[in-house]
């Protein structure tokens, strides 16, 4: 079984900063792309970051120039990086990724996080 697991959201003040992580684990036997979404309240969950296994990064508009996503592949983790946070980056963070299992590698699926809240204050 896949799993991804979140953490580091939390509360923090406006122009605060915060670094999420994902760890996937599991029974893995490839991972592609990799990226981050939120979601806010009453809003529909929308892409903020993704990096392909090449290494090409697309960030949103919202986001860029204050959050950088990483990865350590050697550790099946990737992060996400939140610099100068605006009330407006309050949301539920998920991360995701493109994952063959051991189990039928013939098969990529998407997997997602549980989720992790990110407040930020005025």
């Known amino acids: 079984q896949v799993q991804l697991v979140e953490s580091g959201g939390g509360l923090v003040q406006a122009g605060g900063s915060l670094k999420l992580s994902c760890a996937a684990s599991g029974r893995l036997f490839s991972i592609a792309s990799k990226g981050w979404y939120r979601q806010a309240p009453g809003k529909q969950r929308e892409l903020v970051t993704t990096i392909t296994s090449g290494g090409s990064i697309k960030y949103a508009d919202a986001v860029k120039g204050r959050f950088t996503i990483s990865r350590d592949n050697a550790k099946n983790t990737w992060y996400l990086q939140m610099n100068s946070l605006k009330p407006d980056d309050t949301a539920v963070y998920y991360c995701?990724?493109?994952?063959?299992?051991?189990?039928?590698?013939?098969?990529?699926?998407?997997?997602w996080g549980q989720g992790t809240q990110v407040t930020v204050s005025a």
């Open positions: 995701t990724a493109d994952i063959r299992s051991a189990f039928d590698p013939r098969e990529e699926r998407d997997y």
